[in-house]
């Protein structure tokens, strides 16, 4: 079973590696699109082509960043690629299988006989604190320790799905003649109408067994400044909501968490879910 994983990037050196391998060693293929890096980014992506990574591709950024064209391009790319399984991800992520079941291909491939479509990542999100402040080097994943379970809603990631009927262009007119569509275009699956957060469409079963993400989306304050702060956001994507506290921060809003507030990394077989989180630790005491 073929299973790839699209990943969007910018500007994430750090993160290539630790990302790619935990891909690699899952049995998942990538696909990257890069959002116009200025870094090292593709430059290090490239050295993966043919060895697990199986495309790149130039986004343009034009100065801002837009949200929505990356989802609806993942889309587009999901019926494109010939696979069983897809995951819609990110640089800054490793994802796993749910505890004890080999890879993520392994447990898709179970998942899969047994009926289901979609499934939920559990997100960890993986903070450095203010006594262990500086983590922006690739060995990032041994030397941050430090993690709390964050569940706005529940399910909140589901970003794994069964490959869908790719409809012909006379269907999806059909379909849309008949109101029986609210997206243009010849898409399977719905990214861009969640956000991203959950992928949608017509039938969609959810696996009961919960898969793992760790999140590292900031490896200091100084990266959190130049990730959130130092970013232009799309005024139209801003004015109907999306990006949140992101596109509104000030350095001076953030901070980074005491070990206190967090609770130690001690293995992947014991995340801890209890007393989560629903909204960040970095952005203020009120986010």
Request: proline letters at 6%; aromatic letters at 10%; one cysteine or more.
């Amino acid at each position: 079973m073929r299973v790839v994983a699209i990943l969007a990037s910018h500007n994430e050196e750090v993160y290539v590696r630790a990302c790619l391998d935990t891909y690699i060693a899952q049995g998942v293929e990538v696909y990257l699109i890069d959002n116009d890096s200025t870094d090292r980014t593709v430059e290090i992506a490239r050295t993966y082509l043919g060895r697990g990574l199986i495309g790149i591709e130039r986004f343009p950024r034009n100065g801002t960043y837009e949200w929505l064209p990356i989802l609806r391009r993942k889309e587009e790319i999901a019926d494109a690629i010939r696979a069983d399984w897809y995951i819609h991800a990110d640089m800054d992520e490793i994802r796993l299988p749910p505890r004890g079941q080999g890879t993520l291909a392994r447990a898709l491939r179970e998942v899969d006989r047994a009926g289901y479509t979609t499934v939920n990542f559990r997100n960890f999100l993986f903070m450095p604190p203010r006594e262990e402040p500086d983590h922006f080097h690739a060995r990032f994943v041994e030397t941050m320790r430090w993690y709390r379970y964050m569940e706005p809603s529940y399910p909140n990631q589901v970003k794994g799905w069964k490959r869908q009927k790719h409809f012909t262009l006379s269907e999806r007119l059909r379909r849309l003649l008949f109101g029986l569509s609210p997206q243009p275009g010849p898409r399977s699956i719905d990214l861009a109408g969640t956000g991203g957060h959950r992928v949608h469409f017509p039938g969609a079963t959810l696996c009961p067994d919960d898969f793992i993400l760790k999140h590292y989306p900031v490896l200091s304050l100084d990266h959190a400044v130049r990730k959130y702060v130092e970013k232009t956001y799309a005024e139209t994507e801003v004015s109907v909501g999306f990006h949140g506290w992101k596109a509104r921060a000030a350095a001076v809003d953030l901070r980074l968490p005491s070990v206190a507030e967090l609770r130690e990394f001690r293995g992947d077989a014991v995340l801890d879910i209890a007393d989560p989180i629903t909204r960040t630790l970095i952005y203020g005491a009120s986010a």
